[in-house]
């Protein structure tokens, strides 16, 4: 069994700055991609960033700039930093883990989410 866990998040103004975290454990034999997706309310699920095992980035266009994501692969961890935020970054954040248990494709795992909200 595996858990991703979500910590970070919270209020600030805008052209603030936040750092969330997202940790997997239990039974891992390796994480692939990992990514950050967000749900504004009353939008649909989105992808934010995205990171590969090998470290490759990927970004919306909303966030080029402004967010950066990255993985610490000892620590099972991924970590979006959010700087310069906008009140259109406001919403639930969920980090998604690829989860090899063994040699064979690894399924995806999401996190409990946690809330983002930025002041105008």
């Known amino acids: 069994q595996v858990q991703v866990v979500q910590s970070g998040g919270g209020s600030v103004q805008a052209g603030g700055s936040l750092r969330l975290s997202c940790a997997a454990s239990?039974?891992?034999?390796?994480?692939?991609?990992m990514g950050w997706y967000r749900q504004a309310p009353g939008k649909q699920r989105e992808l934010v960033a995205g990171?590969?095992?090998?470290?490759?980035?990927n970004y919306a266009d909303s966030v080029k700039g402004r967010f950066t994501i990255s993985r610490d692969n000892a620590k099972n961890t991924v970590y979006l930093q959010m700087n310069s935020l906008k009140p259109e970054d406001t919403g639930v954040y969920y980090c998604?883990?690829?989860?090899?248990?063994?040699?064979?494709?690894?399924?995806?795992?999401w996190g409990q989410g946690t809330q983002v909200t930025v002041s105008s």
């Open positions: 239990g039974h891992i034999f390796s994480i692939g991609y």
């Open positions: 990171i590969t095992g090998a470290g490759s980035t």
């Open positions: 998604n883990a690829q989860i090899f248990t063994d040699y064979t494709p690894g399924a995806g795992n």
